[in-house]
């Protein structure tokens, strides 16, 4: 089966242009945002190479805390971006964030 999971992760300022620059780092793009009419909550995705959350403000759409595993070729360089560590584990070398909106995202390259 081929096919592809979107994470939806929720954020009460997913419109707003702070709370989606901070999935906008270098690389990674606002693709579009959806309301079923002006005032009502937005959905928004955005895109950095495969990885393509969505950031919802619909309440429902997950829940502060969620987790999320991101696969990555280098988490090195995307702990240096953040400013974080990675620590090795026996079968990956990874790193947690935490955006304001309460979701956790755990970034990880397997081992060979």
Known sequence: MQGEA???LRDADADAEAAS????RPGSTREWEHRFEPGLPA???V??????PFLSEHEGDA????????RVRDV???????????EDAPR??????????GNRLRVGTPKD
């Open 6 to 8: 979107v994470p939806i």
């Open 21 to 24: 620059a901070r999935y906008r």
């Open 43 to 45: 959905f928004v995705g």
């Open 47 to 52: 895109a950095r190479g495969q990885v393509r």
């Open 63 to 70: 829940r502060p805390d969620t987790l999320v595993h991101l």
């Open 76 to 86: 090195d360089a995307v702990a240096a971006e953040f400013g974080v560590l990675v």
């Open 92 to 101: 990956a070398r990874g790193t947690e964030l935490r955006d304001p909106g």
